[in-house]
């Protein structure tokens, strides 16, 4: 999600923009934004950027690399007053041995034991990119799950980009209830 739209989405929350290139960073202050440099693989900028956050959302990449980066962000998060983390996960049984799922795992586990409030976003499809899997028939779309488990008893979160912040904003809403594990 862009700057752009985290702002106009944000419900007149004051969003502060996390930029790891100084031009993004000189972009999103000329146009206005709250924008401070962050960048996951430099904890130096963490206490700057996390000074006076309420709530921070964290999304890193699907790399091992996430473990030791949502581990210093939430230390620093701790220090400086945060009270509670969104972070986006995935959408996996809690016995998965795939090594992407067991480091969500390890990173659910730490934020957790960090003491501050959490909500673990979970999603398992985006919406946007319906289309690229298969056109719609009828104007709706078919899905298939799998897993072994009885015809109705699959679990699915639809999830779309624009929305991902409004969800985290609520966190605790039924409607979404399966799609987030919360704290």
């Not at 031009?23 to 206490?47: K, Q, S």
């Not at 959490?118 to 946007?128: A, G, K, M, R, S």
Request: neutral net charge; charged residues 25%; proline residues 3%.
């Amino acid at each position: 999600m862009g700057g752009e739209e985290l702002v106009r989405d944000s419900g007149g929350a004051r969003i502060r923009i996390g930029a790891r290139k100084q031009e993004d960073l000189d972009r999103l202050r000329a146009e206005g934004h709250d924008a401070v440099m962050f960048d996951l693989d430099d904890p130096r900028t963490f206490g700057p950027a996390l000074c006076g956050v309420d709530r921070m959302n964290i999304l890193t990449g699907y790399t091992i690399t996430m473990t030791h980066q949502t581990k210093t962000v939430v230390d620093a998060a701790k220090k400086a007053g945060v009270r509670h983390i969104v972070n986006q996960g995935v959408f996996a049984a809690e016995d998965a041995t795939d090594s992407k799922y067991c480091w969500f795992a390890l990173v659910e586990a730490y934020i957790e034991a960090s003491g501050i409030a959490w909500t673990h976003l979970h999603p398992n499809v985006f919406l946007e990119n319906m289309l690229s899997v298969s056109q719609p028939i009828g104007g709706t779309f078919s899905t298939f799950g799998g897993g072994g488990e009885p015809r109705g008893l699959r679990r699915a979160s639809l999830f779309g980009r624009r929305y991902r912040q409004g969800l985290a904003r609520r966190s605790g809403t039924p409607w979404f209830e399966g799609l987030l594990s919360q704290h």
